[in-house]
């Protein structure tokens, strides 16, 4: 069992800003004088770089932690294809499970630190192989789940179905983060005061829409309270 300071980061599909969020949360936390710790432990879509293959994910978690690990350690299991993991697996012959996963995560998690995140990939229920999802891995570790809602039509039925199936898990929903990806969405304030209503669990903060050129930690960091964790 994790400590409550350890969070799984989930989000309601993919490309709701996880990573985003995750590093906006580091940042909230160091700004409490908390240390820092960020894992990427399975990532599909790589780059080649100067330092071999590198996923864009795990080097951002990388930029925003204040504890130092090796890119290996951050992001254990990294497959080149940005397709869903357990398809990008079975193309380069690698079997992967949730069990192998917490470990590569719990290796990591000796580094002390005071605030710790371990970001999914995709949504909750994204398969890991042919018999595991993702979400095995966050049970296998026992940890509090933060769940990043992508604002868009449609996201109420996401974030309680999503939220509904982490209980079911025998997990606990510690907090929600609102991203707008969407800056056309309509009826905006409506949607958030409704999921307000109905997700069981603390709002962290809302992150408005971004431009590229706006998006770094530090500014969705100032949009976010960890006190409620």
């Not at 042919?130 to 933060?146: C, N, T």
């Given at each position: ?10 989000g309601?599909?993919t ?43 795990a ?5 925003a ?27 380069v012959?690698?079997r ?18 005071d605030?710790?995140?371990v970001e ?42 999503t ?14 983060v ?18 307000n ?21 530090d500014?969705?960091g ?8």
């Amino acid at each position: 069992m994790l400590s409550s300071r350890h969070y799984f980061i989930a989000g309601t599909d993919t490309d709701v800003g996880k990573t985003l969020v995750a590093c906006g949360l580091l940042k909230a936390a160091e700004a409490q004088g908390l240390r820092t710790l960020a894992i990427k432990p399975i990532a599909a879509g790589a780059e080649r770089t100067a330092d071999g293959l590198r996923n864009q994910d795990a080097v951002m978690l990388m930029a925003a932690m204040t504890e130092k690990l090796p890119y290996q350690q951050v992001n254990p299991v990294l497959l080149e294809p940005p397709i869903a993991p357990h398809i990008a697996a079975e193309q380069v012959g690698k079997r992967i499970s949730a069990a192998q996963l917490a470990g590569l995560c719990r290796g990591a998690m000796m580094q002390p630190a005071d605030f710790v995140l371990v970001e999914g990939a995709g949504g909750w229920r994204v398969p890991l192989n042919r018999q595991e999802l993702l979400s095995a891995l966050a049970i296998e570790l026992q940890a509090p789940v933060i769940l990043v809602v992508g604002m868009k039509l449609g996201c109420i039925n996401h974030a309680l179905l999503t939220a509904e199936a982490i209980r079911a898990d025998g997990l606990r929903l510690a907090g929600w983060v609102a991203n707008r990806i969407d800056p056309d969405m309509a009826c905006f304030d409506e949607n958030l005061s409704s999921l307000n209503a109905m997700l069981a669990a603390p709002c962290l903060g809302v992150v408005p829409y971004l431009p590229e050129h706006e998006r770094s930690a530090d500014t969705v960091g100032a949009k976010l309270n960890i006190a409620f964790l």
